[in-house]
């Protein structure tokens, strides 16, 4: 098989030797370029971790990873493959050199770009979406499972930076890898379908979509028109019991919008303060809320995990996962005590009973607790005054000292006056 031109062809064929056609034969992994070509990028698979690939020109020299001009040729080499560019190359028969694997082929590498279907209209944030790529070399579809391992496929959001949308000013955001494994998403491994699983648990607000397709020696984008990512459609309140034996009431109000209500389904678990798990579902109901009871059973946090199920008003069907709800469910029978803030004062408290009828027994707890506060202020009152009386003591006696020293040094002058005179 020979390559004739960039664009035409994408796979060759190694010569194979029958040695009956051929007087002399062929060496294995021969191939031959018929034609002037300014550049051509060929791809070698070979046996994961061996070297790389040695190629022979027509003129019989060999041309080695480790010794190639770099003005002409370009080479990268993995555990699985040799990509190698060569500028002008010599026409004629060629020879790869190495542990090739048995039934693969040659990829002329042209212009390797990427088709993704368009996103929906109407997407939602917190849902999952299946995107579904196919890669093309050139014209023709890459169908071979081998080149999977030569390049990345990813996609990333980037901001409009709309100051109408909440996402104003934000950074990109990776989304997904594209794979095709057959795992998670993707239906069936190596069947040139690559899929996408894109986790839109980011802001709302308007975002431009960019496919990467990442090759060694080159990288290739495509870029989609903006989208809109609506904001989450579901709303959870709850209206808490106020004592045990009684139930806390959680409603999930649908926004219509951009959905069907009545298509809309939940299914959850709600996690207790003892950290105890109780999954529940919601599959019935019509029009814009759902309610769900939860057993009030101790007081504390309690925390509420919800996927949600539908369509969109357009028909589609979608899935998205709630951010994690949580509420406190506090006791409105406990008594709480009033108590005396740093300056003795008494601080407001909610003293009811279930009933909200204030015992006698807080009535009087009021009470003590106001005394307490007098008492309390009665002692500042006597502190201060003896202290005081204290500082005017320290008066007194500070007055006292110095009078005393100036009696004694007066009768220490006169006492050596008189001493003088005789």
Request: charged share 25%; aromatic share 10%.
């Given at each position: 098989m020979s390559v004739k031109s960039y664009g035409q062809q994408t796979q060759v064929d190694y010569y194979k030797s029958d040695n009956i056609t051929n007087q002399i034969p062929y060496f294995d992994n021969r191939f031959k370029i018929d034609a002037l070509l300014e550049e051509i990028t060929l791809l070698f698979y070979r046996r994961s971790g061996t070297p790389p690939i040695i190629l022979v020109r027509p003129d019989g020299t060999k041309i080695k990873i480790n010794n190639l001009p770099k003005d002409k040729i370009?080479?990268?080499?993995?555990?699985?493959?040799d990509l190698i560019t060569i500028k002008n190359p010599m026409p004629g028969p060629w020879q790869a050199i190495g542990d090739i694997l048995p039934g693969s082929h040659i990829m002329v590498v042209t212009e390797v770009t990427i088709k993704v279907d368009p996103l929906p209209e109407v997407i939602l944030s917190g849902e999952t979406l299946k995107v579904e790529g196919?890669?093309?070399?050139?014209?023709?579809a890459i169908d071979d499972p081998l080149f999977r391992d030569v390049l990345n496929l990813n996609v990333d959001f980037f901001s409009t930076n709309n100051s109408a949308f909440d996402n104003f000013g934000a950074e990109p955001i990776k989304i997904a890898q594209f794979r095709d494994d057959g795992r998670d998403l993707d239906e069936y491994a190596n069947d040139g379908v690559f899929t996408g699983e894109f986790e839109l648990d980011f802001a709302p607000g308007e975002w431009l979509p960019i496919y990467y397709v990442e090759m060694p020696m080159a990288t290739r984008e495509l870029r989609q028109k903006p989208i809109i990512l609506q904001k989450t459609p579901i709303k959870i309140s709850v209206d808490t019991a106020g004592e045990v034996g009684k139930s806390h009431n959680v409603t999930f109000t649908i926004d219509p919008t951009f959905v069907d209500p009545d298509s809309v389904l939940f299914q959850g678990k709600v996690t207790f303060p003892d950290r105890q798990v109780d999954p529940?579902?919601?599959?019935?109901g019509k029009g814009t809320s759902r309610v769900y009871e939860i057993a009030y059973t101790e007081s504390g946090v309690h925390r509420i995990a919800v996927n949600v199920f539908g369509k969109t008003i357009n028909g589609r069907e979608f899935r998205l996962v709630l951010p994690e709800f949580t509420f406190n469910a506090e006791s409105k029978s406990g008594l709480l005590m009033p108590t005396l803030d740093i300056n003795g004062e008494v601080t407001s408290a909610s003293l009811e009973t279930g009933d909200g009828v204030i015992t006698d027994k807080i009535k009087?707890?009021?009470?003590?607790?106001?005394?307490?506060a007098i008492e309390l202020e009665e002692a500042k009152k006597a502190q201060k005054m003896a202290a005081k009386e204290k500082e005017q003591q320290t008066y007194i006696i500070i007055g006292v000292a110095n009078v005393g020293i100036v009696l004694i040094a007066l009768l220490f002058y006169f006492v050596s006056r008189r001493k003088k005179q005789k």
């Amino acid at each position: 098989m020979s390559v004739k031109s960039y664009g035409q062809q994408t796979q060759v064929d190694y010569y194979k030797s029958d040695n009956i056609t051929n007087q002399i034969p062929y060496f294995d992994n021969r191939f031959k370029i018929d034609a002037l070509l300014e550049e051509i990028t060929l791809l070698f698979y070979r046996r994961s971790g061996t070297p790389p690939i040695i190629l022979v020109r027509p003129d019989g020299t060999k041309i080695k990873i480790n010794n190639l001009p770099k003005d002409k040729i370009t080479w990268f080499d993995d555990r699985t493959f040799d990509l190698i560019t060569i500028k002008n190359p010599m026409p004629g028969p060629w020879q790869a050199i190495g542990d090739i694997l048995p039934g693969s082929h040659i990829m002329v590498v042209t212009e390797v770009t990427i088709k993704v279907d368009p996103l929906p209209e109407v997407i939602l944030s917190g849902e999952t979406l299946k995107v579904e790529g196919h890669l093309y070399n050139g014209e023709q579809a890459i169908d071979d499972p081998l080149f999977r391992d030569v390049l990345n496929l990813n996609v990333d959001f980037f901001s409009t930076n709309n100051s109408a949308f909440d996402n104003f000013g934000a950074e990109p955001i990776k989304i997904a890898q594209f794979r095709d494994d057959g795992r998670d998403l993707d239906e069936y491994a190596n069947d040139g379908v690559f899929t996408g699983e894109f986790e839109l648990d980011f802001a709302p607000g308007e975002w431009l979509p960019i496919y990467y397709v990442e090759m060694p020696m080159a990288t290739r984008e495509l870029r989609q028109k903006p989208i809109i990512l609506q904001k989450t459609p579901i709303k959870i309140s709850v209206d808490t019991a106020g004592e045990v034996g009684k139930s806390h009431n959680v409603t999930f109000t649908i926004d219509p919008t951009f959905v069907d209500p009545d298509s809309v389904l939940f299914q959850g678990k709600v996690t207790f303060p003892d950290r105890q798990v109780d999954p529940f579902s919601l599959m019935e109901g019509k029009g814009t809320s759902r309610v769900y009871e939860i057993a009030y059973t101790e007081s504390g946090v309690h925390r509420i995990a919800v996927n949600v199920f539908g369509k969109t008003i357009n028909g589609r069907e979608f899935r998205l996962v709630l951010p994690e709800f949580t509420f406190n469910a506090e006791s409105k029978s406990g008594l709480l005590m009033p108590t005396l803030d740093i300056n003795g004062e008494v601080t407001s408290a909610s003293l009811e009973t279930g009933d909200g009828v204030i015992t006698d027994k807080i009535k009087q707890a009021e009470e003590n607790a106001k005394k307490l506060a007098i008492e309390l202020e009665e002692a500042k009152k006597a502190q201060k005054m003896a202290a005081k009386e204290k500082e005017q003591q320290t008066y007194i006696i500070i007055g006292v000292a110095n009078v005393g020293i100036v009696l004694i040094a007066l009768l220490f002058y006169f006492v050596s006056r008189r001493k003088k005179q005789k």
